[in-house]
């Protein structure tokens, strides 16, 4: 006897409606405005407007990053519909996202680390956490298995983790392009290389989960300010990833804006192929400018920054790894302001300083993205996936060694003794170095 089997509606990006035996679950709800200090726009519009809530009974959101969790968004749902949608999300230290949805009215509930959990009419969710935020979630709706992996940096050992825990599924979606940083407008060879590594990747995931039918997705996003534009040159296409997946030995599923599947059911990408070659006219598209900021702004929110790490962290802890030679953790960085013609050099010791002239200072930016960096302890994911500076990879690896502590400290946890004893984190480290050292090779 065929199993049942749910519904699709694709939204936009990384989100979609899955729909089975009545209930329907929205991802990752991205649906307009901005996202990464206005680096990425949608790459196509679709209304979905927010008084369609009343057909959801859950959102599901992957981790905060603002294309998969917009408060903008949330807000926009009108306020008498909120009770009667219930958001799920992982399980954090901080609760930071959890608290806001309940704050605003939402429904919640907290998803443990690989724990089953039933929802209504039959269907139940194990949701799997990534360090250093992310997570996947696996929809069982009565023995078909859809899995969301979306932009999870799983690979390896990781990939057969999840595989002996979930058994086989039938529908994956996941990510098919670059989403960050891929060196200056000079560096196309880097963003191809990125392209390429990123079909890899998902091949991987297809070849160890073993999906009948992939949908490429959360990349439907485009690099939209004037100072990134350029990380445009690269990304991959939907043609592209259908014919990784169909190598992998898995069948595409493109889908458009507004586009439903019953899920095993044929599909033709043809028409969603052709729907989106228009979009990739990057030539045709307006970019995003901003405003300056100035000196003394700059300056008191560098102090701000320091204040902050410095109550969050041990000091001793802080003093003693910019101390330990080779590891180049936490040291000073020197930042040009383009738009403010004036180099500054930021340390933990003595905040945003004004200096002279440096011949090859660690990293250019406009004026808006550093003071985004030092008032957001989020502030570095951003910039490293909006890709709004210029940098080598020297003046990159310094930039991430000083203010990824922020990052650290966004998630929930600090530097003290008890970190050296987080094997996840610790992973999720030496993962990331071992990237970077590709990104040279």
């Given amino acids: 006897m065929q199993r049942s089997r749910p519904a699709i509606e694709f939204v936009n990006h990384a989100s979609f409606v899955l729909e089975f035996a009545g209930s329907r679950i929205i991802q990752d709800p991205w649906l307009f405005g901005t996202a990464f200090n206005d680096g990425w726009s949608l790459l196509c519009d679709y209304r979905f407007s927010p008084e369609r809530f009343a057909e959801i009974d859950y959102i599901w959101m992957s981790h905060e990053h603002p294309d998969h969790f917009s408060p903008a968004v949330l807000r926009s749902v009108p306020e008498a519909l909120r009770r009667n949608v219930t958001v799920l999300f992982q399980q954090t230290k901080d609760r930071k996202v959890i608290d806001f949805c309940a704050e605003i009215g939402y429904q919640t509930r907290e998803l443990g680390h690989m724990e089953r959990v039933g929802l209504d009419n039959g269907v139940e969710v194990v949701c799997g956490q990534v360090p250093l935020y992310d997570s996947w979630i696996l929809y069982d709706c009565g023995g078909f298995k859809v899995?969301?992996?979306?932009?999870?940096?799983v690979d390896g050992r990781a990939l057969a983790g999840i595989r002996r825990a979930v058994g086989p599924i039938d529908v994956l979606f996941t990510q098919f392009s670059y989403a960050g940083w891929k060196g200056?407008?000079?560096?196309?060879?880097?963003?191809?290389?990125?392209?390429?590594?990123?079909?890899?990747?998902?091949?991987?995931?297809?070849?160890?989960?073993?999906?009948?039918?992939?949908?490429?997705?959360?990349?439907?996003?485009?690099?939209?300010?004037?100072?990134?534009?350029?990380?445009?040159?690269?990304?991959?296409?939907?043609?592209?990833?259908?014919?990784?997946?169909?190598?992998?030995?898995?069948?595409?599923?493109?889908?458009?804006p507004g586009d439903r599947w019953t899920a095993g059911e044929p599909w033709a990408n043809?028409?969603?192929?052709?729907?989106?070659?228009?979009?990739?006219?990057?030539?045709?598209?307006?970019?995003?400018?901003?405003?300056?900021?100035?000196?003394?702004?700059?300056?008191?929110?560098?102090?701000?920054?320091?204040?902050?790490?410095?109550?969050?962290?041990?000091?001793?802890?802080?003093?003693l790894i910019r101390r330990v030679p080779l590891v180049g953790l936490l040291r000073p960085v020197t930042v040009f302001a383009h738009d403010l013609d004036a180099t500054y050099r930021f340390s933990l010791e003595h905040g945003l300083e004004r200096v002279g002239a440096v011949v090859d200072p660690d990293i250019k930016m406009h004026s808006?993205?550093?003071?985004?960096?030092?008032?957001?302890?989020?502030?570095?994911?951003?910039?490293?996936?909006?890709?709004?500076?210029?940098?080598?990879?020297?003046?990159?690896?310094?930039?991430?060694?000083?203010?990824?502590?922020?990052?650290?400290?966004?998630?929930?946890?600090?530097?003290?003794?008890?970190?050296?004893f987080d094997r996840a984190l610790l992973r999720m480290v030496w993962s990331a170095a071992q990237r970077l050292r590709r990104l040279g090779t």
């Fill in 147 to 153: 899995m969301n992996i979306n932009d999870c940096a």
């Fill in 368 to 420: 808006s993205s550093l003071d985004y960096l030092l008032r957001h302890e989020w502030g570095y994911d951003t910039l490293a996936v909006n890709g709004r500076f210029e940098a080598d990879l020297g003046g990159f690896s310094k930039m991430k060694k000083t203010f990824s502590i922020g990052s650290l400290n966004n998630a929930g946890r600090s530097l003290s003794l008890g970190l050296l």
């Fill in 270 to 319: 043809d028409a969603a192929v052709e729907r989106y070659h228009g979009h990739y006219d990057f030539a045709a598209k307006s970019y995003l400018t901003s405003d300056g900021v100035d000196e003394p702004t700059l300056l008191s929110a560098g102090r701000a920054y320091v204040s902050r790490i410095r109550e969050r962290n041990s000091v001793a802890l802080l003093w």
């Fill in 184 to 256: 200056g407008p000079g560096d196309t060879a880097m963003r191809r290389a990125a392209a390429r590594a990123k079909l890899r990747g998902m091949q991987a995931q297809i070849r160890a989960l073993e999906p009948r039918w992939t949908v490429p997705f959360a990349s439907f996003s485009y690099f939209s300010h004037r100072e990134n534009q350029h990380s445009n040159d690269s990304i991959n296409r939907p043609s592209d990833a259908a014919a990784a997946i169909r190598e992998a030995g898995s069948e595409p599923v493109v889908m458009y």
